[in-house]
C-alpha cells in the first residue's frame, strides 16, 4: 500500500487488542500524556472459558487506573482458596487459604465472567480523554522500517479500508496465540498441558463459600467459584491422551453429592464450554518498538488463577519504565522486557512446582505434595507466604525458592509417616529429588540476582 497523508495516522501507543491487558496499558500510559489508540477486532466471544478471578493486587492496579470502582458491583468476592486433596493431606475438611492471614488484613479479589469484565472496561477506557478504540479493526501487518521500528497496517472495517499507522510504541495484546507476536517473527515454544471443560450451575451448593474451591485428583484439577448474579463456574482439566468421559466422572465424584447432582445436569442440559490449557515462553518481550503484554507476552498452566492479575502488573511495570527513562522508549522497554521476564518466570515456576506436586505419582511429588500441605498446616505464615506467591503480590523468584526449601524441611516431620508404611526408600528418593530440585532454585534465583 502506498502511503499518503489522507491514510496515515499518527499516535504516541498503538495498542493491538482490546482485552483485559491492553485496556490496563491504554489506562496506564494515558497517565503518561500520551494518546494512545486501541484496535480490538471484537469478534464473536463464542462459547468458551478464559480467565476470570482477580487477585487482590489486580483490583487494586484496576481502580488505581480508574477502570474499577467499589461500587461497580461486578462478580462476586474471593477471599482466598479452598483445597480438597483426593489423597486426603487437607484433612476431611478443605485446606483453607485466604489472603493476608498474618497481617489481618484479610483483603479479596473477585471473580467475574471474563466477556462482563472485559467488555465493562473496554467502555470505561473509552471514556478517558487521551484513548481513543476502534472497534471492528485489526492489525493486518507489520512494516519493518528504518532503525528497526514497526509500522502497523490497520484494516478499519470502514470505507477508508486500511490505514498506516505509526507510533512511537506498539503493544501487542493479543492474547497467548498472538497475531502480532507472529507478524514481527518472535519465536516462542509451545506445550499443550490439557483441556478444560466447563459448565455453569447455581451457588446453591457450591461447597465452600467465599472461596474459590479447588478439587485434586490423578486425572487433573477441577474448580469451582461463584461468578456473581447467584452463579458459579465449575471447570474440570482433561489430560492429553485422557479419555473424557472418565475424567469428568472421576472429577465428579470427588464433589459432594448435592453439587455432584447439579453439575451433572446442567452438563447434560446444554454443551459444555471449552478451552486449552497452554504454556507460552516467547524468546523475547520486545522487538524494536514493539512489546508483548499480558497472555501475548507469555501464559502458563491455570492453576495459580494469575493470568488477569499479571496482565495488570505488567502495564504498571511498563508505565514505570518509560516514566523513569523520560519516554524513551527503547531504554524503557529494555526494563520493562528484564522486569517482566522474572515475574514471569516466577508465575511459571510456581504454576509448573504445583502441577507436578498435585497429578505426577513419582515419590518425589508424593512427598512434595504432602509437605505442601503439612507446611500450610503447621505455618500461618508459610500459608501467607504462599498466597502473596500466588496472588503475584510477590513476584521474587529468591522468595519462591525460600519458600520452596521450607516446604521440603516437611519431608522429615512426615518422616515417621512413610517408614510406618513402609515406603522408606520412596521417601529418600523422594527427598533427594526435592534437594536437588531446591538447589535448583537457589541457582536461579542468584543468577536472577547477579542479572
Known amino acids: 500500500m502506498q502511503e499518503t497523508t489522507a491514510n496515515r495516522e499518527r499516535v504516541d501507543v498503538l495498542i493491538a487488542g482490546g482485552s483485559i491487558a491492553g485496556v490496563a496499558a491504554a489506562a496506564a500510559l494515558a497517565q503518561?500524556?500520551?494518546?494512545?489508540?486501541?484496535?480490538?477486532?471484537?469478534?464473536?466471544?463464542?462459547?468458551?472459558?478464559?480467565?476470570?478471578?482477580?487477585?487482590?493486587?489486580?483490583?487494586?492496579?484496576?481502580r488505581e487506573l480508574g477502570l474499577l470502582a467499589e461500587h461497580d458491583g461486578l462478580g462476586q468476592k474471593v477471599q482466598g482458596f479452598a483445597v480438597f486433596s483426593q489423597g486426603g493431606e487437607a484433612g476431611p475438611q478443605p485446606m483453607v487459604l485466604p489472603y493476608g492471614e498474618v497481617d489481618g488484613k484479610r483483603p479479596v479479589g473477585l471473580a467475574i465472567e471474563h466477556t462482563t469484565l472485559k467488555e465493562r472496561l473496554l467502555e470505561r477506557v473509552k471514556t478517558f480523554n487521551a484513548v481513543d478504540v476502534w472497534q471492528g479493526a485489526r492489525v493486518t501487518a507489520m512494516n519493518s522500517v528504518e532503525g528497526g521500528s514497526y509500522v502497523a497496517t490497520v484494516d478499519t472495517g470502514s470505507a477508508e479500508s486500511e490505514l498506516r499507522v505509526h507510533a512511537r510504541l506498539i503493544l501487542g495484546a493479543d492474547g497467548p496465540m498472538s497475531q502480532m507476536r507472529k507478524m514481527i517473527g518472535i519465536q516462542y515454544e509451545t506445550q499443550r498441558y490439557s483441556g478444560m471443560m466447563g459448565t455453569e450451575v447455581s451457588d446453591a451448593h457450591l461447597p465452600y463459600h467465599g472461596y474459590g474451591n479447588i478439587f485434586l485428583n490423578q486425572v487433573g484439577v477441577s474448580y469451582a467459584y461463584a461468578i456473581g448474579g447467584g452463579r458459579v463456574r465449575v471447570m474440570f482439566e482433561i489430560l492429553k491422551g485422557a479419555d473424557q468421559k472418565g475424567s469428568i466422572a472421576a472429577h465428579?465424584?470427588?464433589?459432594?453429592?448435592?453439587?455432584?447432582?447439579?453439575?451433572?445436569?446442567?452438563?447434560?442440559?446444554?454443551?459444555?464450554?471449552?478451552?486449552?490449557n497452554y504454556c507460552i515462553i516467547p524468546e523475547t518481550t520486545v522487538k524494536g518498538n514493539v512489546a508483548l503484554i499480558g497472555d501475548a507476552r507469555g501464559c502458563c498452566h491455570p492453576?495459580?488463577?494469575?493470568?488477569?492479575?499479571?496482565?495488570?502488573?505488567?502495564?504498571?511495570?511498563?508505565?514505570?519504565?518509560?516514566?523513569?527513562?523520560?519516554?524513551?522508549?527503547?531504554?524503557?522497554?529494555?526494563?520493562?522486557?528484564?522486569?517482566?521476564?522474572?515475574?514471569?518466570?516466577?508465575?511459571?515456576?510456581?504454576?509448573?512446582?504445583?502441577?507436578?506436586?498435585?497429578?505426577?505419582?513419582?515419590?518425589?511429588?508424593?512427598?512434595?505434595?504432602?509437605?505442601?500441605?503439612?507446611?500450610?498446616?503447621?505455618?500461618?505464615?508459610?500459608?501467607?507466604?504462599?498466597?502473596?506467591?500466588?496472588?503475584?503480590?510477590n513476584s521474587s523468584i529468591i522468595a519462591l525458592a525460600v519458600q520452596y526449601a521450607m516446604v521440603a524441611l516437611q519431608a522429615f516431620r512426615l518422616l515417621p509417616q512413610w517408614i510406618k508404611s513402609n515406603a522408606l526408600m520412596d521417601w529418600v528418593?523422594?527427598?533427594?529429588?526435592?534437594?536437588?530440585?531446591?538447589?535448583?532454585?537457589q541457582y536461579v534465583a542468584i543468577t536472577q540476582r547477579v542479572k
Open 32 to 62: 503518561l500524556g500520551l494518546r494512545v489508540l486501541i484496535v480490538e477486532p471484537s469478534p464473536d466471544q463464542g462459547r468458551r472459558l478464559a480467565g476470570e478471578l482477580v487477585h487482590p493486587p489486580g483490583i487494586d492496579g484496576l
Open 429 to 441: 528418593r523422594g527427598v533427594i529429588g526435592l534437594l536437588f530440585k531446591s538447589l535448583s532454585f
Open 303 to 393: 492453576l495459580t488463577a494469575s493470568g488477569i492479575t499479571a496482565a495488570v502488573k505488567d502495564a504498571f511495570v511498563l508505565r514505570d519504565a518509560l516514566r523513569k527513562h523520560n519516554l524513551d522508549v527503547t531504554a524503557a522497554l529494555r526494563e520493562y522486557a528484564q522486569v517482566c521476564d522474572q515475574l514471569q518466570l516466577t508465575r511459571r515456576t510456581l504454576a509448573e512446582e504445583l502441577r507436578e506436586a498435585f497429578l505426577a505419582e513419582t515419590p518425589q511429588a508424593k512427598l512434595l505434595k504432602q509437605c505442601i500441605f503439612s507446611y500450610w498446616k503447621t505455618s500461618p505464615q508459610g500459608r501467607a507466604e504462599s498466597m502473596n506467591l500466588l496472588s503475584t503480590l
Open 252 to 276: 465428579l465424584a470427588a464433589f459432594p453429592d448435592e453439587f455432584r447432582r447439579e453439575v451433572q445436569e446442567a452438563m447434560m442440559a446444554s454443551k459444555p464450554l471449552a478451552a486449552a
